[in-house]
């Protein structure tokens, strides 16, 4: 008479429904968790080191720019003159992103005798208005550069929602400090690309063509940014 087997010797098949969605929550979870414990700053201590000593170099010019800038928002009773929004850093970190609120979007009356006569001037003059603009509403993240939340070139600072939508590179962008020159604006699939390429082959020479190519762009659009021709040319 032969003994029949044990409960302890039976072996149950797992349950494949119950496996799959265990690893499928475990993939999540690994996916969403922060690089900070794993992952070091893209750029490193030299990138950290070239932002403290460019800002701080140019802190007399831009400081001044600042306190100008300030002032005219004030004079022209502008409020709240500096706003502040919370977007997500390096690890995941939150940090309340500051920018100056400056005047209305400049009109053809703005621009006074001066103003082309054809349209598509005017528009152009309006866009050279609009770039300087943007260009002194940033001016308060430069202070955020010195305090180690952004970095001069990164990835464009996002809301926590954005991130969330980034997906597969949502590590990538974890792993740098936003960038006061950015990468890209909205979270879209052609910019989460962009973050996994600058994360993964970040360079000096990167940094520079960034920057390079975000002062070609102001120069390159509206009268303001071209030189006047001198009397006699053609």
């Not at 009773?77 to 500051?98: C, E, H, K, N, Q």
């Not at 993240?141 to 001069?152: A, F």
Request: hydrophobic fraction near 40%; charge should be positive.
């Amino acid at each position: 008479m032969s003994a029949q087997p044990s409960s302890f010797d039976r072996t149950e098949p797992p349950d494949l429904d119950e496996k799959s969605a265990f690893e499928s929550a475990l993939r999540r979870d690994l996916a969403r968790a922060p690089p900070v414990a794993y992952e070091a700053h893209v750029g490193g201590p030299a990138k950290r080191a070239f932002d403290l000593v460019v800002t701080a170099f140019l802190l007399p010019a831009w400081g001044l720019a600042l306190l100008l800038a300030f002032a005219w928002a004030l004079e022209r009773g502008v409020a709240p003159i500096v706003s502040l929004d919370t977007r997500v850093g390096y690890g995941g970190r939150t940090f309340r992103l500051m920018r100056l609120c400056l005047d209305r979007p400049a009109s053809k009356q703005d621009v006074g005798d001066e103003a082309p006569a054809d349209l598509s001037a005017v528009a152009r003059f309006k866009g050279a208005r609009s770039d300087v603009r943007r260009v002194l509403e940033r001016l308060p993240q430069l202070i955020d550069v010195l305090r180690g939340t952004m970095s001069l070139v990164g990835p464009s600072p996002l809301t926590r929602e954005q991130v969330e939508h980034l997906r597969s590179a949502r590590r990538a962008y974890l792993s740098a400090r936003p960038g006061v020159i950015g990468l890209g604006g909205e979270a879209s699939e052609e910019n989460s690309t962009l973050y996994r390429a600058y994360a993964a082959s970040w360079s000096f020479g990167a940094d520079f063509t960034i920057m390079s190519a975000a002062l070609r762009g102001l120069r390159s659009r509206g009268r303001l940014w071209q030189p006047k021709p001198r009397k006699g040319s053609p």
